[in-house]
């Protein structure tokens, strides 16, 4: 019988525990779009929970500080992601962004969400329709989760052209 090491055995112990660890939870800090993807393909973890975990990220860290980066949460962001999760239950084929989670800038007209290009004149103006972009990434299966903050008009005093 052959004997191993207590320092190779401490290794494979720690190995065989990572693992089951891995593949049992889910890390939002750093995710990457293939990282969610697996995780919602395995069943790690569904849309509805990553969208519910980046707004309490969003309330944590932006609206509960004077951080202001986040300008609107898309109120329809939840229910968009259970959509998405009974898409993923029926086994069709994903679009590349099926569910992924992203932040707009405030100039980008998203149908349903406020769009004031930082602006103050704009406050309340709510397009019917997505900018092309928007509208290419909710195609690709991508859900708008929230609007950022920026300069009015995407224009800043503090920069200058040269």
Same mark, same amino acid.
């Given at each position: /019988?052959?004997? &191993? ?8 112990? /720690? ?10 939870? &889910?890390?939002?800090?750093? %995710? =990457?779009?293939? @990282?969610?993807? $697996?995780? @919602?393909?395995?069943?790690? +973890? ?6 519910? !975990? @980046? ?7 932006? !609206? =509960? ?5 986040? +300008? ?6 939840? $229910?968009? #992601?259970?959509?998405?999760? !009974? ?23 998203? %149908?349903?969400? !406020?769009?004031? %290009?930082? =602006?103050?004149? /704009?406050?309340? &103006? ?13 195609? #690709?299966? #991508?859900? +708008?989760?929230?609007?950022?903050? /920026?300069?009015?008009? #995407? &224009? ?7």
């Amino acid at each position: /019988m052959k004997k &191993f090491s207590p320092l190779l055995l401490i290794i494979i112990l /720690m190995n065989s525990c990572t693992t089951s660890t891995k593949e049992n939870s &889910f890390v939002l800090e750093e %995710a =990457s779009i293939s @990282y969610i993807l $697996e995780a @919602y393909k395995t069943g790690v +973890v569904t849309c509805e929970d990553v969208v519910k !975990q @980046y707004i309490s990220r969003i309330k944590k860290y932006d !609206q =509960s500080s004077e951080l202001n980066s986040i +300008v609107i949460i898309n109120p329809r962001a939840i $229910e968009i #992601a259970r959509e998405k999760d !009974q898409i993923i239950n029926e086994n069709k084929d994903l679009p590349p962004l099926h569910g992924i989670p992203l932040i707009v800038k405030d100039n980008f007209n998203t %149908a349903g969400l !406020q769009t004031a %290009a930082g =602006s103050l004149a /704009m406050r309340g &103006f709510e397009p019917e329709t997505d900018s092309w972009i928007v509208k290419k990434l909710v195609d #690709a299966g #991508a859900i +708008v989760l929230a609007k950022s903050n /920026m300069a009015e008009w #995407a &224009f800043s005093p503090m920069v200058t052209i040269s």
